[in-house]
């Protein structure tokens, strides 16, 4: 439930970082999910091997989460853009999320879990294409750049990736 501990173990581990963000007690779609996927073996046993988990939640029932914890929903919600929950994020150990879903598609849990680890490919294509851009200049150092960006969907990429686009901006303008 700490965004900084996620953010350190997924380092240390080389793991992704799964941001689920819920309204745990009011939200039927929320519920839905933790019924039929997020509490079922599949997500439990194959989840943790390339990720983080980590629970941003925003009850109504606030009695049971700390102030930080309060504070910390609203400053990740507000970071992320959630619009709706349930919202899962699947981050790199920076925070720079590569795959976003809102709502539950009421897919079983071994679909839901196999989607997930499928956006891995993503990461890792995201990952090679800034990796050759570090390499590169100018011009060839912006279409590398807008590569790896464009794995990602646009309105995340610019709310999470702003460096990256002002890079591709100064680049070739």
Do not use: H
């Amino acid at each position: 439930m700490d965004f900084e501990k996620a953010q350190a173990q997924a380092a240390k581990e080389g793991k992704s970082i799964l941001m689920e963000f819920t309204g745990s007690d009011w939200c039927p779609p929320c519920k839905a999910l933790q019924k039929n996927v997020l509490s079922k073996d599949v997500f439990n046993t194959e989840m943790p091997k390339s990720f983080v988990l980590l629970k941003l939640d925003s009850p109504r029932d606030k009695s049971k989460q700390t102030p930080e914890e309060i504070e910390q929903y609203k400053v990740l919600s507000a970071k992320y853009g959630i619009q709706g929950v349930p919202t899962i994020f699947l981050a790199d150990a920076k925070g720079r999320p590569y795959y976003q879903t809102v709502g539950y598609s009421g897919d079983p849990a071994d679909k839901y879990v196999a989607n997930l680890k499928d956006q891995l490919g993503t990461l890792a294509k995201r990952d090679a294409a800034f990796a050759k851009a570090e390499k590169a200049s100018g011009t060839e150092k912006a279409k590398l750049l807008a590569e790896g960006l464009s794995l990602v969907d646009d309105e995340m990429a610019l709310k999470t990736y702003g460096n990256v686009v002002s890079q591709i901006i100064e680049l070739d303008a």
